[in-house]
């Protein structure tokens, strides 16, 4: 079972967890990321998170297949969620499940660092001092050129 | 000539001023001719040295050839996660 979304709502990486637990997969690993509350030191007050959603959805289950071949796990789910996010709310969450734990652990590395990689999603972080910024992981500053 | 439809998003949007571009296209242009077409738009300072296109909805090479009627997207540096 693997299933792959790009969501608008809450992201509860509970359910993920329940939506691959079975008795014959021994290992869940889980990966969740949440809003920071800082960036290069800035102090961040909220995001937005935009997409190409078309294309994430396809990215996103092009790397989840990728990481089923690579680690032999058959049972993975992932959500992005786009759209604007508090401190603390989960942007993404990866649950992977195998007999053991090592394919499990694996799998979730794998699909997060491809995430940031190559699905089309960017974010808008708003700051404590009243401005904005497109975060670019390419540039040193971690923001895009202006 | 035809005219290509060229989506942005993001950062991209911002700086060239909306959601699309509308790109004149001679046959057999390529992702590399689209490219130089878009760096002589006011904007075009916000595209890095090797910006990232997507052809109906895969990341494309500078070789790869666009037709008109291709779903074309200008990718700024992605920030998902």
């Known amino acids: 079972m693997i299933r792959s979304a790009v969501v608008t709502r809450e992201i509860d990486p509970t359910a993920l967890i329940a939506e691959i637990q079975s008795n014959e997969l021994g ?3 889980l ?6 509350d800082t960036n290069d030191g800035r102090p961040v007050t909220s995001l937005d998170y935009s997409a190409y959603t078309a ?3 396809s990215e996103l289950a092009a790397i989840l297949a990728e990481a089923a071949d690579r680690f032999g796990v058959t049972v993975i789910v992932a959500e992005h969620r786009v759209g604007p996010l508090a401190l603390g709310d989960v942007s993404v969450a990866i649950a992977a499940a195998h007999a053991h734990r090592a394919p499990a652990l694996d799998c979730t590395r794998f699909v997060i660092d491809e995430i940031k990689q190559r699905v089309p999603i960017w974010k808008l972080e708003h700051y404590a001092d009243g401005g904005r910024e497109w975060v670019d992981p390419t540039q040193a ?3 895009a050129r202006a | 000539m035809s005219t290509v439809t060229v ?3 993001a950062s991209y949007a911002e700086s060239f001023g909306g959601a699309t571009l509308k790109i004149p296209l001679d046959p057999g242009s390529t992702v590399r001719d689209l490219l130089s077409s878009i760096r002589m738009l006011p904007g075009a300072y916000v595209l890095p040295d090797s910006p990232r296109v997507a052809v109906n ?3 494309a090479s500078p070789d790869q050839l666009i037709d008109a009627l291709d779903e074309v997207a200008l990718i700024p540096p ?3 996660g």
């Open chain 1, 141 to 143: 500053s971690g923001v």
């Open chain 1, 55 to 57: 294309m994430a959805e």
């Open chain 1, 27 to 29: 290992a869940i690993s």
């Open chain 2, 78 to 80: 992605v920030a998902g």
């Open chain 1, 31 to 36: 990966f969740a990321g949440t809003v920071r």
């Open chain 2, 57 to 59: 909805r895969r990341f």
């Open chain 2, 7 to 9: 989506q942005l998003f």
